[in-house]
């Protein structure tokens, strides 16, 4: 008999006495996943480039957890590179790390201007291995961690119009899988979450044409674009010890968007 099956409980997913960094957290879903975080018990260091947090600060303060605020420009190296100091120097420990924040601009290949590029590449991509190099010093004193970065469907498929938005995600992708090679022997582990179509400000553009928005929903097996509340089991479930032996994945949330 394996006795360690009836350890498990639901515990498991709890988030209590935890701190979590999540950025990008003004909005959509990086709010929604910094107040899965705090209902799961984690106290929250919100991250946003506006610093416009309030709305997201309301409702981690109404689940009874703590939250605290940082501005900071992700697209900045120096600013991104203050992010874990700030948090640590607010909470002490960090425990989980959602790198959330992104950006994405469209335009045809032959048309996409060299700074939109290098934006779209700093913010979704440099930031992240900035942001998660500084969380891992930490999380390696610590002797545990989780980093949780944010691909998409475009870590696996090319799409149109958005070259350096693909590119940062296949890199995304690629990141997770070399952080949990790494770190892994440190009691650290690192995954992805891949969000389907989302409801959010970044799409309202492709919602507004009927077009675009019929052939989308024509190809997603649940028949509708997801909700952020949709996130919020996954990232914690990621978060908590019930993926302790989970690493190096990239867990698409996508109505069924990949197997069609």
């Given at each position: ?7 498990f409980?639901?515990d498991y997913f709890?988030?209590?006495g935890?701190?979590a ?7 959509g879903?990086g ?6 975080l705090?209902?799961a ?14 709305e997201?600060?309301?409702l ?27 948090c640590?120097e607010v ?24 700074e ?6 700093e ?15 930490v999380?390696?004193r ?15 498929q ?16 690629g990141?997770?899988?070399?952080f ?5 022997e ?9 969000p ?20 989308i929903?024509s ?5 509708r674009?997801a ?34």
């Open positions: 008999m394996t006795t360690n099956l009836l350890s409980s639901l709890s988030l209590e935890k701190t960094i999540v950025t990008g957290a003004n909005k879903l709010q929604a996943y910094a107040v899965a705090a209902k018990g984690a106290d929250i260091f919100v991250v946003s480039r506006s610093g416009d947090c309030e997201t600060k309301q981690i303060a109404e689940t009874g957890r703590r939250v605290e605020s940082f501005q900071a420009d992700l697209g900045n190296r120096e600013e991104a590179k203050q992010v874990v100091a700030k640590a909470y002490g420990n960090i425990d989980v790390l959602v790198n959330n924040a992104g950006t994405i601009l469209r335009s045809p290949l032959v048309e996409y201007k060299e939109d590029w290098d934006t779209v590449m913010v979704n991509l440099n930031s992240l291995y900035l942001v998660s190099q500084e969380a891992a010093k999380m390696v610590q002797g545990s961690g989780k980093i949780i970065n944010i691909a998409s469907m475009l870590s696996f090319g799409g149109k119009f958005v070259p350096a938005y693909t590119a940062s995600k296949h890199a995304v992708a990141l997770t899988k070399a949990a090679n790494e770190l892994a440190h009691n650290i582990q690192i995954n992805a979450i891949a389907g179509y989302i409801s959010t400000d970044n799409t309202a553009q492709i919602r507004a044409d009927e077009k675009r928005n019929a052939e929903l190809r997603i097996p649940a028949g674009w909700d952020p509340s949709d996130l919020m089991g996954t990232v914690v479930f990621l978060a908590s010890k019930a993926s302790d032996y989970m690493n190096g994945h990239i867990l698409a949330v996508d109505g069924g968007w990949l197997a069609r």
